[in-house]
């Protein structure tokens, strides 16, 4: 490793689009403030927030880089004043508003946790946006308990395969949904109790059969459209519906009365613009409970897929084609 | 007081309609089973949801009585077996689901609560239905906490005027509306900081001008249609609507995307079909939060108006007007 330079590669959409509107620039190197750390990034995880970046649909928060990314692993190679927990060459994994598509990034030293022994840097940089959701949406927000059911829609993305194995790693029985046979069988392979093709079933259907009726205690849905009253339907007397996505559509007629019957609870979050203290809070929790479980090797990241730094426009295709199971990862 | 008669006289809804299908019919005397204490009611509680089962809407819950009523003070005038905190002659108010517009009722002893010193029996029968409707939807599941603002619709009926109170007791600001200048000022006679009516002013700009654009943290509402969306759009960051009724319906189309963006709880919850042992808890709590405030007369039942348990179709006809301020109460 040499002194670190002053200028450094980063990805950036010009204008909004399909891959091909990524753009590999030059960018001065950022110094870190007050309680920040500089990190040589090693790898960077591709996630669904970023290609809606790229195709203008979801604007970096006030404050944050234009460089795409929200998450990466490295090794920390300068700090700023008052970083009292890393120190230069430490390995770290963080969680960012943006500028992980990038050679360097800062971030508070709250938002970055150790690397867990047995992860590879590579699998290190797909865990932090997954893991961070599936946190504070299942477990926080739609405090999910040992012995209820938890029905993931997507079970394949990364936030679905993280669900999967979070879930089922607390004692929860674990329903999936997925577009293909193959889909299915990740998921299940993964844990998942009961994975539903939703091509060839209705997942409110086979929901029901599989809980005896009773339905799901808690739902995490990136899909919205017709499936927020179909979730409504499917939850189990309080159950709660978790909302962090809107992959078809946010604007649906429902019909509440059955959300005041059967006391449910739906509600939703985004984790993106959530003040450095949130996130450091989300982290400490995930250090306790989770990262016990990844040193273990009974969780970790699933990978899809590695591509060269240089190949952003590849992972993104990859990721707009709809066929990877688990994340997708830039190698630096 | 002479002995327990066979025959008592009880309301029931001949059909479904106006007040004029409510008829005074005589029924044997319930007889009090395990842990259960009979009373002998001195004053019932009128509510929406009596109107509302009057008029065909709301069937009572399986192993509910047809009998009308979900409230009453009265003194006990026999116990079954296991009870053990209420003894003959024992002046309580009691939450039922049904059987309350009767000269005797049953009610389980863990539902029905001592009168605080300085209520009348016909206040004591006001209590129970919106004091254990507020908690439970206002403290428990919308989490309303020193130093929020409460939104509460229908500020005069019996459940908003029983919020203000309460809320204001305990530390929140609060904001109301209602229908005209008389009702908004026994709002802010009542403790409301801010009364809104809804037919002069849209409650979203009123809102949020009085909170210096931040919105509502608890929204308590039992309008429903238009409101759904509007207490979306006025609720503050990470606010908890808590859904109790739909006097102008429940279907409706919303954007859920404001829901996870402001990471909203948009939840709710119906008292009557909740187990004897929901309740308790309930009561337990309200006894030991709630009855020290009535005791000291920093909250209290406001009274509308009392008629002759003779006059019930009366009574349900000031309800059907819609004029009232605070609660309808039958003597009997």
Not at 252 to 262: G, H, P
């Amino acid at each position: 490793m040499g002194p670190i330079p002053d200028m450094m590669r980063a990805v950036v959409a010009e204008g909004s689009g399909g891959p091909e509107v990524l753009r590999i620039i030059e960018r001065p190197v950022p110094r870190p403030g007050e309680g920040e750390i500089l990190v040589r990034i090693e790898a960077a995880g591709v996630n669904r927030p970023d290609v809606l970046q790229r195709q203008g649909g979801y604007a970096p928060p006030p404050g944050a880089s234009d460089v795409l990314g929200l998450e990466f692993s490295g090794e920390v190679v300068a700090t700023g004043p008052n970083v009292h927990r890393f120190r230069v060459d430490a390995p770290v994994m963080a969680l960012v508003s943006g500028g992980g598509y990038a050679e360097y990034a800062i971030v508070h030293e709250s938002n970055a946790l150790p690397i867990p022994a047995g992860l590879s840097m590579e699998e290190a940089g797909a865990v932090p946006e997954t893991f961070f959701t599936v946190w504070t949406n299942v477990f926080e927000r739609g405090r999910l308990r040992r012995g209820e059911t938890l029905l993931v829609h997507g079970g394949t993305s990364g936030i679905g395969t993280t669900a999967i194995q979070l879930a089922r790693a607390f004692g929860a029985t674990v329903i999936a949904t997925a577009g293909t046979a193959d889909k299915c069988d990740a998921c299940t392979d993964l844990g998942a109790d009961v994975a539903v093709n939703y091509r060839e079933a209705d997942f409110v259907a086979a929901v029901k059969e599989a809980t005896d009726g009773r339905g799901a205690d808690v739902i995490l849905d990136m899909v919205g459209g017709d499936y927020i009253p179909r979730n409504h339907e499917v939850a189990a007397q309080d159950g709660r519906i978790v909302q962090i996505a809107f992959l078809q559509g946010s604007k649906v007629e429902v019909d509440f009365r059955r959300l005041m019957l059967k006391r449910l609870t739906h509600t939703g979050s985004t984790l993106r613009p959530r003040s450095v203290a949130e996130k450091a809070g989300i982290a400490r929790a995930l250090e306790e409970k989770v990262w016990p479980l990844l040193a273990q090797g009974r969780c970790k990241p699933v990978m899809d897929s590695t591509f060269d730094f240089d190949d952003v426009a590849k992972a993104h295709a990859r990721m707009d084609g709809g066929e990877h199971i688990g994340k997708i990862v830039l190698r630096l």
